[in-house]
């Protein structure tokens, strides 16, 4: 990826305010109308941010609307061979072992030379993965037999044939040079392909999904399933590896007609099911900590942060030049009409005082307006109103108890310990003692109490460990000996990954870019819209709209399983092992990740995530069950009811996690971000009231307060406060202040040099076949190593007396030299 991709887009002109409406139900917000005129005040999001959207809502974004007639042709090479097998009964009326006898039939002729049969014989398993629809009244019927039938499928060996049949369309140089030459390409010039991963996707999205009345057999074949897609057991390589070739292959331009929304759904859905969730996530962490005796985590971050309450948003420009003019004519009496929240300067409220003395002192007209005025609907137990105060909305079990004050235990490094006492005792004894932490003789008492203070809350990570370890196993090869590894999903992934890693890093990222909003089309830019754009263009103004809505769609979800792969990998790598996490972490780094996702958050966010781009009547399996109602420029204008698109904010979420997880710690990362002028583009995204985006907002303008200097830290003083309250404290860290700004030079070169020498140097001992060259014993018996088999090629006794006779006889040997003083 160049530089020049990333120049600053055009910002969209959308209108922030014209889609959004209020939530239908009882649980609404209080009215959204205390606004400026200049701008509306944007609501609390009712979003919950986990693994996946709901299983409709990801099934549903496999197909795009301009596949839609694909149902039908399905279903019908489906009924047109069934019928002449069960003669007058439908699938749902069948024996199970009926199924069984059908569907072997099936397998058998997958296995047929001719392409079209095959085609046919992959649409009726289709129809089969997707509920046998036509015999279905409800959606609930249509998902509960394709659970049923995708079940079945893999339990016949359905998905090892497919398996096959996608490597050989991905070898088809046939239709890949053919898609080459093409001037325009459309949706049909990857039908098999689509139908494949249609059904793998199908398959292992179904299958991944617990439900609580799954059968033990399901349960069983869900485990083995997983186990089969990590291991490597297709061509001595995971599954993902093979969708990962796809992606790269596209992205060199030699098969642009592999649809890679469905690829890189199928790709992210694997790593998903064979590494595990947040959840598992979390679970793994406990377990990691539990066996290096590491003390348990001081909380479960996934229960705080759906704890937490959005702030309101900081103010505009306009809207403060308006309050101080509104002030000077002295309209007191029109104060609830503005913005208070947002006048980080005018702001007399003690923003640290807890909620119960903040509700004795506010007027309920002005709950709306402190920084924890507003209650998010996660997790809220009573909505601030006039009493008599409702019921609460979900169990007081299900809520973190959190002590007054701060939502996160402040954490200390052992380095920070070492530095202070350093600092200490230079000042008051003139000499330091290295990185002893337990010496504390000739300071005062008050350093006494700080040590004891700072020593209570130290957290020392799984990384920190990994790291110590791997400079001892560096320093001591033959006395500490092999270091056991243990074959996880993850190490199998990553020794598969590594000699293509950043290959795969770059193609991802340039499919990012080609789908990111702000991305200006380019001549040269990657085609991504193969497996949307239909053989004939729209010809009317209702057909244009449709597939206007289809394309932005398709860019919305290419966005989502990008982001969430990449937050997937680096979770798992890093717990892993840091150094794994490390290398990807370098590699996103040096193709401009950094860049690209400020150049992703640079436009109107509000307008992203409210965009309606869906048509709720052609969602899949809404579609295959209800007669069609007639579409009009204006049921397409109009869009869902819902408040906002879950897609988008999950994108964004994911997309904030990436850029903290890229720049925590490392100093000239950081600088990155104040080099590339972030702070405005992240404070507009604190306009969005969601409290698990604002959270990785705030913690990327924490990194960087110290250095965007005193006079931008005074006119924010409202984001200043919504960091203290919302981000994790380190005790010594000095953010807010910067009076000891980091005197080191930025050279990031040199940083990043260092962390790639001591990647490589982990690469090398551990995944090297070579390794420990220096320490491998010599042989010198003269008989033992005449007598070692040597693999030679096959072809090698074709030309073995030509060789003879060219390296040999041909040579002339000086015998005298041998008997000759060296």
Not at 113 to 139: H, P, S
Not at 432 to 451: C, F, K
Not at 614 to 619: F, K, M, R, T
Not at 633 to 640: H, K, P
Request: charged share 30%; aromatic share 8%.
């Amino acid at each position: 990826m160049q530089a020049e991709d990333m120049e600053v887009p055009i910002i969209n002109n959308l209108n922030d305010n014209g889609d959004r409406q209020r939530p239908k139900g009882k649980d609404v917000f209080k009215d959204q109308q205390k606004e400026s005129e200049s701008s509306m005040e944007s609501p609390n999001l009712e979003f919950e941010y986990g693994d996946t959207d709901t299983l409709t809502a990801e099934l549903s974004e496999l197909y795009s609307y301009t596949e839609e007639p694909e149902f039908a042709l399905n279903r019908d090479y489906f009924e047109e061979d069934f019928r002449s097998h069960a003669r007058g009964r439908r699938w749902i009326e069948l024996t199970v072992e009926e199924q069984r006898t059908y569907v072997m039939r099936l397998l058998d002729a997958l296995e047929v030379t001719d392409r079209d049969k095959r085609l046919k014989v992959a649409r009726a398993i289709l129809y089969l993965a997707q509920g046998v629809f036509d015999e279905c009244d409800t959606e609930v019927d249509v998902l509960h037999w394709s659970r049923h039938n995708v079940f079945l499928l893999y339990d016949m060996g359905i998905f090892t044939a497919l398996l096959e049949l996608l490597s050989m369309e991905i070898d088809n140089s046939q239709a890949c040079s053919s898609a080459v030459r093409k001037p325009a390409i459309s949706l049909a010039d990857s039908t098999e392909l689509r139908v494949l991963l249609s059904i793998m996707y199908l398959m292992v999205e179904t299958i991944r999904v617990q439900t609580e009345d799954d059968r033990p057999e399901w349960r069983a074949a869900r485990e083995a399933f997983k186990n089969e897609l990590g291991s490597p057991l297709y061509n001595g390589e995971p599954f993902a590896l093979l969708l990962f070739t796809m992606v790269t292959k596209f992205c060199s331009m030699n098969a642009p007609h592999f649809p890679m929304k469905k690829v890189l759904l199928l790709l992210w859905k694997t790593i998903l099911f064979t590494l595990g969730g947040f959840e598992e996530l979390q679970e793994m962490k406990v377990r990691g900590r539990e066996r290096l005796n590491l003390p348990p985590l001081p909380e479960d971050s996934i229960k705080v942060v759906r704890a937490m309450r959005a702030a309101s948003p900081p103010a505009s420009a306009m809207e403060l030049i308006e309050q101080q003019q509104q002030q000077k004519r002295g309209r007191r009496s029109r104060r609830p009409l503005v913005k208070q929240d947002s006048l980080d300067t005018y702001n007399e409220r003690d923003p640290f005082k807890n909620d119960d003395a903040r509700d004795e002192e506010e007027d309920p007209e002005d709950t709306d307006s402190g920084i924890e005025g507003e209650v998010d609907p996660l997790d809220r137990d009573v909505i601030i109103q006039p009493p008599p105060p409702p019921p609460p909305l979900r169990p007081p079990t299900e809520r973190v108890n959190f002590p007054k004050g701060l939502p996160w235990a402040p954490k200390v490094r052992e380095k920070d310990i070492e530095h202070f006492l350093e600092t200490s005792r230079n000042k008051f004894i003139g000499f330091t003692l290295g990185n002893d932490i337990d010496t504390l003789v000739g300071l005062p008492r008050p350093i006494h109490e700080s040590v004891k203070t700072l020593k209570q809350h130290k957290y020392v990570s799984i990384a920190e460990v990994q790291i110590k370890r791997e400079e001892e196993l560096q320093q001591c090869p033959l006395t500490l000996g092999e270091e056991e590894v243990e074959e996880t999903p993850t190490e199998m992934l990553y020794l598969g990954m590594l000699p293509n890693l950043s290959q795969y890093v770059i193609a991802l990222l340039k499919l990012l870019l080609a789908a990111a909003p702000t991305s200006k089309a380019k001549t040269d830019s990657i085609n991504i819209l193969a497996d949307v754009l239909p053989e004939e263009m729209p010809i009317t103004v209702l057909q244009s709209m449709k597939l206007g809505i289809d394309v932005n769609r398709h860019k919305e979800i290419i966005v989502k399983a990008i982001s969430a792969l990449l937050l997937l990998l680096l979770k798992h790598f890093k717990l892993n092992h840091i150094y794994q996490f490390e290398i990807v972490s370098q590699h996103l780094v040096f193709a401009n990740c950094i860049p690209l996702i400020l150049k992703f958050f640079n436009q109107n966010i509000m307008s992203y995530i409210s965009a309606k781009n869906s048509i709720c009547v052609l969602d899949f399996p809404h579609c295959v069950v209800h007669e069609m109602p007639e579409l009009t420029a204006e049921s397409l204008e109009a869009g869902d009811s819902n408040q906002f698109c879950w897609r988008n904010l999950f994108s964004c979420i994911n997309l904030l996690r990436i850029l903290n997880k890229l720049t925590k710690w490392k100093h000239s990362r950081t600088m990155m971000l104040v080099v590339f002028k972030s702070a405005p583009i992240l404070k507009r995204a604190l306009k969005v009231k969601q409290a698990m985006m604002q959270l990785y907002v705030l913690k990327l303008l924490k990194i960087q307060t110290k250095y965007l200097g005193r006079q931008w830290r005074k006119s924010n003083m409202k984001t200043m406060s919504a960091i203290y309250q919302k981000v994790r404290h380190r005790l010594n860290d000095d953010w807010a202040y910067g009076n000891d700004i980091d005197a080191r030079p930025w050279d990031f070169q040199a940083e990043e040099c260092a962390l790639r020498e001591s990647i490589e140097k982990f690469n090398s001992r551990r995944y090297d076949k070579n390794k420990n060259g220096d320490f491998t014993p010599v042989d010198n018996c003269l008989q033992s190593v005449l007598g070692q088999r040597v693999e030679l090629p096959e072809d090698f006794h074709y030309s073995y007396e030509m060789w003879l006779e060219r390296e040999v006889f041909s040579q002339p040997i000086q015998w005298e030299g041998l008997l000759q003083n060296p």
